[in-house]
């Protein structure tokens, strides 16, 4: 039999503080010194004390569990940013005295349907939304029910205001331009999707603004756009530019799954990166340095802003601000060896 845990009034009395205090220093309460709510935490993972969730969740009336609906997309499962983000959301929902509950969309499945399961059952507190759209149902649902929220993202529509945490995509993008302009590139082409993400605009409209602010003519854009999870019609657009007579001399991949197709797709038409073709990503995933020559993109520092999201969601629902809690998070440029000076047979 397992050993049993120690209970909230043996922890209380094991400390010589009352039961409430304990009680409030597990739950986060800012009335509680940071000092007291350390050591109580402390102790309570060192005792091995586990919250009776039935009992808590009829003192409060919450269930001590915020949702997240994962979205399963075949046999690649989810796209890559999510691992790093779920984690960071663990961890930052762990340290408010939180527990997340993953409510996974099947194919074929509506992700508003699994949604609303989790919020009308009572199961979750609030929830996290990954990957916001450009007219996003889930986040209409969301605010027309008054359900604690906080959007990885912004809708397109700003008179829309909510909960959200987002990371400038389009001052990065701008940013790649630029550092690609002064290296001599003057034909880009940019890897894209067709889907009505908030971050494909904001991305794509940084680029196109960096570009008029030079006023230079010989500047060219060349778009190219698939279906998100379709790798099928990626490499098909991908190789749509590759094979141009007058092909780009620098990529820009929407995300680092784009850009990184498209530094495979090179090597198998025999174009040398960075030597031929400059290609530059988003995200900093993990196979971004090690994909060789190494991926030049932008962390957007996902596991911490998830540990934010966190945060700012438990604020969310024990505050209940007048105003909408928001954040914008600059991506910071790591730079390897996928980007260099334009060939000057290209110019």
Do not use: C
Request: charged share 25%; proline share 5%.
């Amino acid at each position: 039999m397992a050993p049993r845990g120690v209970t909230l009034k043996e922890l209380a009395k094991a400390l010589d503080i009352s039961v409430t205090t304990v009680s409030r220093a597990l739950a986060g309460h800012e009335a509680i010194a940071l000092k007291t709510r350390q050591r109580v935490l402390e102790a309570a993972r060192a005792r091995g004390y586990v919250p009776n969730v039935a009992a808590r969740q009829l003192v409060s009336g919450r269930s001590g569990f915020v949702g997240f609906v994962l979205p399963i997309r075949g046999p690649n499962f989810v796209d890559s940013y999510l691992g790093d983000f779920i984690t960071g959301l663990g961890e930052g929902l762990v340290e408010h005295g939180y527990d997340l509950l993953i409510a996974t969309a099947q194919p074929g499945q509506s992700e508003l349907d699994v949604l609303k399961h989790a919020v009308e059952s009572g199961r979750v507190d609030g929830v996290v939304v990954p990957r916001v759209a450009e007219n996003d149902e889930r986040l209409r649902y969301l605010m027309e029910r008054n359900i604690p929220f906080i959007g990885h993202g912004r809708l397109l529509n700003g008179n829309s205001a909510h909960n959200w945490l987002d990371s400038d995509g389009g001052a990065a993008f701008a940013e790649a331009f630029d550092m690609l302009y002064e290296l001599g590139h003057r034909r880009f082409g940019l890897i894209s999707i067709t889907d009505p993400m908030t971050f494909r605009h904001l991305r794509e409209r940084g680029l196109r603004e960096a570009i008029e602010k030079r006023g230079d003519p010989s500047v060219r854009l060349e778009v190219a756009a698939a279906p998100r999870f379709d790798r099928g019609a990626i490499v098909a657009a991908i190789n749509g530019l590759l094979q141009r007579p007058e092909r780009p001399t620098a990529i820009l991949g929407l995300f680092d799954e784009l850009a990184l197709t498209v530094m495979e797709e090179a090597a198998r038409a025999g174009i040398s990166i960075p030597r031929d073709l400059s290609v530059v990503g988003f995200d900093n995933i993990t196979a971004s340095a090690y994909a060789p020559p190494g991926l030049t993109t932008f962390d957007t520092h996902t596991r911490s802003s998830a540990r934010e999201i966190a945060r700012m969601l438990v604020s969310v629902i024990e505050k209940r601000a007048d105003e909408p809690l928001t954040r914008l998070v600059r991506p910071t440029l790591v730079a390897r060896a996928s980007h260099g000076p334009a060939p000057l047979s290209k110019l």
